[in-house]
């Protein structure tokens, strides 16, 4: 074996390159999904003899639309799930399930299914606050949807880092499914018979073939009852181009082929200029599932672009006129109520408080800091309302520690000493650097960790010097660091080591982008909004990390802010949130409402300090972002 160098001939089957001795033919490789059949008039039919798509030698039945009869015809859908899968969902779960069936397959009841699905229902959206069980709510779904249609296809589209995470959740639910990662350069050993005898063979040879494995996970997805997972950047490259062959083949099976879409954080794709929206637009079935606890992000326009992803043909018919009603929200107070009466029948919403009848509560903070005096000369030189990126960044960095710009030309002459190190490790240079440490400092008697975002990397990682130089605390042990370079595996060994209890842990630094929708930081209750940003959704995500089922405590959040610019993102924020109450709540909102469910013990013992009182100008209770 070790002197044969092997390859596939998709007409032969794995063959010696040297001797062109054939080891495993290709029937015992890929046997054809169907014999070709054609009518009279030489066209393919589709219910009788599928129409086939050949990718290198490789056969796949077209499943543009699939014509598949029900299995089951007596009872409802919740005979088709697991015995003990119900008395496990909550009751917004409950109501999801059969939401997402009325919406994709017209009803519950399984006399009802008798015909053979057709594309006429369209898709739906999944609303759910974030940590809120979407993602066990969309498996329990697909099981029962595969037992009376195995033949669906579903795809589940998600950014890559969740991939894993739904993996793992087929794998704690013994989900009896196999669950084929595409992005996974690894067979995972779901894939069909044939599959052991390739990979025994090629991995004899010492060597790995992409294409082949991508192809073999493709292949046991569209030959048997199984789900397809893929991210959306591998979506947008397989599907992308014009090139023909291998290319050409593999965007007809992503296109053609899926009878179910689920999009895991949906939102993604909510810019019509993306690569990823046009992708998504291609896909021929209208049988989608959109889950995403913030589906409004924005704007408006935004949203309508989220809509179209879901149901191409509602939002088309529809267009002009959420043109002229979203053009006259701020005029027109009915203008939210008429677009949420419009897009109620195909969203699932829930309200916030379903985490409440399981979870200790929330609190909500802002922190009004005093700048000291080098943070109050250097903001003046900055508008008063920045209007660039560079000049928000600056407010952003300026606010945290004025080392921090020490290097920037503009600053280089007046805070030049604060690029000596004992400068940079000073907090009380900077006051929100000098409440973050302070914080931290206090949640170690009560055992509470914390969780500082940013969506700027130098504070973060200045924060980890300060604690290191302080506190002699080391990264991998007392501090946890998280950003998109994050390699998958490492991110995942930080997350289980926060939610340890018996770990070390402190503090996690994260950039607020590297900690998306499926993620879980249980293990931390404390949170610290190091700058505000213009997108509320992003700030609901990363606070949902903490606040979510499983969670044992109050989560305490702090947004502490030193300029007027800050305080104004956050009410634009508030309005923002508000539009998202309107248009995807359940239930009726109130543009300023109290959530403070809870004491602060250690925010109060630092504003009553004698040491620490001089830092803070006010405090207000804020609108809980989540």
């Not at 589906?295 to 949203?303: R, S, T």
Request: proline letters at 5%; hydrophobic letters at 35%.
């Amino acid at each position: 074996m070790g002197n044969h160098h092997l390859v596939l001939d998709e007409q032969i089957g794995l063959i010696c390159k040297v001797c062109s001795h054939v080891l495993l033919e290709i029937k015992y490789i890929f046997p054809p999904f169907a014999e070709r059949t054609r009518g009279r008039n030489g066209r393919k039919y589709c219910r009788e003899s599928p129409s086939l798509l050949d990718v290198d030698g490789f056969r796949f039945s077209d499943s543009s639309t699939f014509q598949d009869s029900p299995v089951y015809e007596e009872g409802t859908v919740w005979d088709l799930v697991p015995s003990n899968a119900k008395a496990t969902m909550f009751p917004h779960q409950r109501g999801g399930f059969e939401f997402m069936w009325k919406n994709i397959a017209g009803d519950i009841i399984l006399e009802r299914l008798r015909e053979p699905l057709s594309d006429s229902k369209g898709g739906c959206i999944i609303s759910h606050p974030p940590g809120t069980g979407k993602t066990r709510l969309t498996i329990v779904f697909l099981q029962s949807f595969l037992k009376m249609f195995p033949k669906c296809r579903p795809v589940i589209i998600a950014p890559s880092n969740l991939l894993l995470n739904w993996e793992a959740e087929f794998h704690k639910w013994e989900v009896d499914i196999p669950f084929h990662n595409l992005n996974n350069k690894d067979f995972s050993f779901q894939e069909d018979e044939a599959t052991a005898s390739v990979f025994h063979c090629l991995s004899h040879a010492g060597r790995k073939n992409p294409q082949l494995i991508r192809m073999v996970k493709l292949r046991s997805w569209a030959k048997s009852k199984s789900v397809l997972g893929i991210s959306y950047d591998l979506f947008r490259i397989l599907t992308g181009g014009d090139g023909d062959g291998y290319a050409k083949g593999i965007r007809e099976i992503l296109l053609k082929l899926p009878g179910l879409l689920i999009l895991e954080e949906g939102h993604t794709a909510r810019n019509e200029q993306s690569l990823v929206w046009k992708a998504l637009k291609k896909v021929e079935t209208e049988k989608r599932i959109l889950l995403s606890g913030t589906p409004f992000q924005n704007n408006i326009k935004e949203l309508y672009n989220t809509l179209y992803v879901v149901s191409p043909k509602f939002a088309s018919d529809l267009e002009q006129k959420w043109a002229s009603l979203s053009s006259s929200i701020d005029k027109n107070a009915r203008a939210l109520e008429e677009l949420r009466d419009i897009i109620s029948p195909f969203v699932h919403r829930c309200s916030e408080n379903v985490k409440k009848v399981s979870l200790p509560g929330i609190r909500d903070t802002v922190i009004h800091l005093k700048p000291t005096d080098l943070q109050k000369e250097l903001l003046k030189r900055i508008p008063e309302n920045p209007g660039s990126f560079y000049e928000q960044n600056l407010v952003s960095l300026i606010s945290v520690h004025p080392s921090l710009v020490a290097k920037r030309k503009e600053f280089s002459e007046s805070v030049s000493h604060l690029k000596e190190q004992r400068c940079r490790l000073d907090p009380d240079i900077g006051v929100k650097m000098k409440f973050v440490v302070e914080l931290i400092k206090l949640c170690g008697g009560p055992k509470e960790r914390v969780i500082i975002f940013s969506q700027l990397l130098d504070p973060l990682n200045l924060i980890k010097e300060q604690l290191n130089s302080l506190f002699s605390w080391t990264l991998g042990r007392e501090i946890l660091y998280m950003d998109g370079k994050l390699d998958v595996k490492q991110r995942q060994l930080s997350i289980n080591s926060l939610n340890d209890p018996n770990s070390d842990v402190k503090v996690l630094l994260a950039s607020i982008k590297a900690c998306s929708e499926g993620i879980s930081l249980i293990g931390a209750s404390r949170v610290v909004l190091l700058d505000v940003l213009w997108n509320p959704s992003v700030q609901q995500q990363a606070i949902s990390r903490a606040y979510r089922n499983g969670q044992t405590k109050v989560v305490h959040v702090y947004n502490p802010v030193i300029s007027k610019w800050e305080v104004d993102k956050i009410e634009q924020q508030m309005r923002k949130n508000y539009h998202s109450d309107v248009l995807l709540s359940r239930n009726e909102v109130k543009m300023d409402p109290s959530r403070s469910v809870s004491e602060d013990n250690i925010l109060e013992s630092m504003v009553k300090h004698e040491s620490l009182r001089h830092i803070f100008e006010k405090l207000s209770h804020a609108p809980c972002t989540t």
